[in-house]
């Protein structure tokens, strides 16, 4: 009877053993091998039938088509950097030049508008408003503190002509099959303050009005403002590197800081998904989410984490990131606390964390490996 029992016991866990690695999805890896080396690609964003991607050190944007696998490009400026497209135009921040330029595909056409304040690093570039014919976007000034607010109808945005791409190369595209590496993370929960209390601190802060722009000091003493979201409340919410989470309320100019838990260092944060505040731990290279109603923060580690650079929540609520170091792109499946981790090839250097088709493709570049990637939808072997 006993050794019935154990051998029970035995085929149990093996069938649970068996249905979880029958459950781990694997997903296609595609790889654009860019054309030079050392272009430094630094952003990308997926629309249906074209990939669009900044070369930092060609300032170039480069376009993908999709189905013939060629690549064109023009020049946009001093240091591309992040880049969004919203209804059909393609909004790039330049780093170097101090302007944000739209560029609009179906006329061959762009314009710039150079940011107020320069010298100030604008890298992130977060959508404000979800309505057709609203241009309206935070830009986060990384090295001078500052918000920078543009606001604009798309409808008025000059057309300027731009010189038809100079080249069409065909790329060398290679697919493989890469299996994820499923880690069960324990959360940890912390109670930061009661439910319902409000933020630590509440800062108006003097807008400077130069438009279609709308400036403030965010960050002083030379502490930098590292990333920007827009809620779909139209709260922007900040992290400048420390253990504070900055709410903004671009109407009323008012900051409310929400004090963290001590040693937290949040740095790359995404309040877009209604699951909430969601932000990168540097300190603990850990995913946290982030309840200003009760007053908590939930934490998971990621396995194996080096330097996380990235963060989205997909249309499933699951948390992705990015792992420069690590060369790896994961995520987070909150329902099952389980981390799903792909691997892609050792150097790459992975940035520019995108998602794609339904919101469930994953688009990245590589900024050592010299390529677009794309892990494609999940499927089960």
Not at 109 to 126: D, F, R
Request: proline content about 8%.
């Amino acid at each position: 009877m006993r050794n019935a029992l154990a051998c029970a016991v035995l085929a149990l866990v093996f069938l649970a053993w068996s249905v979880l690695c029958a459950a781990q999805p694997q997903r296609e890896l595609t790889m654009w091998q860019l054309p030079e080396t050392g272009t430094l690609p630094a952003g990308v964003v997926w629309t249906p039938g074209t990939a669009y991607v900044t070369l930092f050190l060609t300032d170039t944007l480069a376009m993908l088509d999709l189905t013939t696998d060629t690549i064109s490009g023009i020049a946009i400026g001093d240091g591309p950097n992040a880049l969004t497209e919203k209804d059909g135009y393609i909004y790039v921040t330049l780093a170097l030049g101090d302007a944000l330029v739209v560029y609009k595909p179906t006329k061959s056409a762009m314009y710039s508008y150079a940011i107020p304040t320069t010298g100030g690093w604008p890298n992130q570039l977060s959508s404000a408003l979800p309505n057709p014919t609203s241009a309206h976007f935070a830009i986060a000034q990384r090295t001078s503190g500052i918000l920078s607010y543009f606001q604009m109808d798309s409808t008025q945005i000059p057309d300027l002509p731009v010189t038809a791409p100079p080249f069409s190369l065909q790329l060398t595209k290679t697919t493989s099959q890469v299996q994820a590496r499923v880690v069960p993370v324990q959360p940890y929960t912390v109670y930061v303050y009661p439910p319902g209390a409000v933020a630590q601190s509440q800062t108006p802060l003097p807008p400077y009005l130069q438009p279609p722009f709308t400036e403030w000091q965010v960050t002083t003493g030379g502490a930098y403002l590292e990333d920007v979201s827009v809620a779909a409340s139209g709260t922007f919410w900040m992290t400048r590197g420390d253990n504070t989470l900055i709410a903004f309320d671009p109407s009323t100019s008012i900051a409310s800081g929400y004090l963290l838990t001590a040693g937290i260092s949040a740095m790359f944060v995404d309040a877009a998904s209604p699951a909430g505040v969601f932000f990168i731990d540097w300190t603990a290279n850990a995913i946290v989410q982030f309840d200003t109603v009760y007053g908590n923060e939930t934490s998971w580690s990621i396995p194996g984490a080096i330097m996380p650079v990235g963060i989205t929540v997909d249309a499933a609520g699951s948390v992705w990131f990015i792992d420069r170091g690590a060369d790896m792109l994961g995520y987070l499946d909150r329902s099952t606390n389980n981390f799903y981790l792909y691997d892609v090839p050792a150097g790459s250097s992975p940035g520019g964390l995108a998602l794609g088709q339904g919101g469930t493709d994953m688009w990245f570049v590589a900024e050592h490996g010299d390529y677009i990637g794309k892990l494609g939808s999940p499927t089960i072997p």
